[in-house]
């Protein structure tokens, strides 16, 4: 199986996977935070009809496809912000009018051609050519770099805009930022997983992530280890069954999707298994109640017929024996606290 690496056409594969794996759940979270999951997907349509041009006019397809989705994104911006036109009405008539202009554009296009666009639509990682990943890496580094240096404004325009606007942060360029940003990882990613399906590796590792994590940032790191695993494993996979690698990786990161969410499905059931009530505790417990009373973190533990009981949505939960354990818990309270 490690003989594949020795091979150039796998080691410009695996690079480019790195790289879409890296860059695509960064740029996701944002569109997820800002429930614009399915953009990459129109966006892919747009290039769509960049790919064809290029194809046609014997240009290089990556260029145009990015001159078109980038195009694409900043009108996309204008009109939410400034257009009379619904949004949504805005980004369908984008959107459907890009693949539409590909395939009308495609069909004036020299015989043979409209099989090379299938490489684009679904996929052909293995068909990468050095200048492909020399291209593929500096796109990758560009977006790296903005959203590393933009994060805390990207972050707050994309949790609460109105906010964002209020406190005087700039958010229409902001989010022409995060539009061009998503119209590069399209075409960073289109001979990887095709214009079809990147959508899904912006989105569904930043699914996986949000199962896993607590906060905004770590999600963001389980989202990437995500992309990394779906990207570089559903190319190793695709090798040797023969399958097309842009849906190998697809399906891979729903699979790890999954088994997050039947994972922590499965926990959050053991937890509350483990989670002791103080059946048949008719006593009341409150200040006057005469019982011993002992902080334990951000509540209050009462000691009673040697246990400590704290209420809890309407019951009392079990949290230990009595007194020597509850002055325990208070020790370790304080020096938590400290």
Not at 116 to 122: D, E, R, T
Not at 152 to 171: Q, S, T
Not at 195 to 215: C, W
Request: net charge negative; hydrophobic share 55%.
């Amino acid at each position: 199986m490690l003989e594949i690496l020795t091979t150039d056409f796998m080691q410009r594969a695996l690079i480019a996977a790195l790289l879409v794996g890296l860059v695509a759940p960064m740029v996701g979270i944002f569109l997820v935070q800002r429930r614009l999951s399915l953009i990459g997907d129109g966006m892919g349509h747009v290039a769509l009809a960049g790919v064809a041009v290029g194809l046609v006019t014997g240009q290089g397809p990556v260029l145009t496809a990015l001159i078109a989705a980038v195009a694409a994104a900043v009108a996309i911006e204008l009109l939410r912000a400034r257009g009379r036109t619904n949004a949504d009405v805005a980004l369908g008539v984008i959107f459907y009018g890009g693949i539409a202009a590909g395939v009308v554009i495609i069909s004036k296009a020299p015989e043979g051609t409209p099989a090379n666009l299938m490489s684009y639509l679904f996929g052909s990682i293995l068909t990468t050519q050095t200048s492909d990943v020399w291209v593929f890496l500096g796109l990758a580094l560009v977006i790296i770099a903005t959203i590393w240096i933009l994060w805390p404004r990207l972050f707050a325009v994309a949790n609460d805009e109105e906010y964002a606007r209020a406190v005087g942060l700039p958010v229409l360029p902001l989010n022409i930022v995060l539009a061009v940003l998503t119209a590069t990882t399209v075409v960073v990613a289109m001979r990887v997983v095709g214009l079809l399906l990147i959508s899904a590796l912006m989105i569904v590792p930043n699914a996986a992530g949000q199962l896993l994590a607590r906060s905004f940032t770590s999600g963001l790191r389980w989202a990437i280890a995500v992309g990394l695993v779906s990207a570089l494993g559903g190319v190793f996979v695709s090798y040797p069954l023969d399958t097309p690698s842009g849906g190998t990786i697809v399906v891979l990161a729903v699979l790890i999707y999954v088994v997050a969410a039947c994972g922590t499905a499965i926990w959050r059931g053991v937890r509350q298994r483990r989670h002791a009530i103080a059946e048949g505790h008719d006593h009341e417990h409150g200040p006057e109640c005469g019982h011993e009373a002992i902080l334990h973190g951000d509540h209050v533990d009462y000691v009673h017929d040697g246990h400590r009981h704290a209420a809890h949505q309407g019951h009392y939960d079990e949290h230990g024996a009595g007194s020597a354990a509850a002055g325990k818990a208070t020790e370790d309270d304080e020096e938590i606290r400290a």
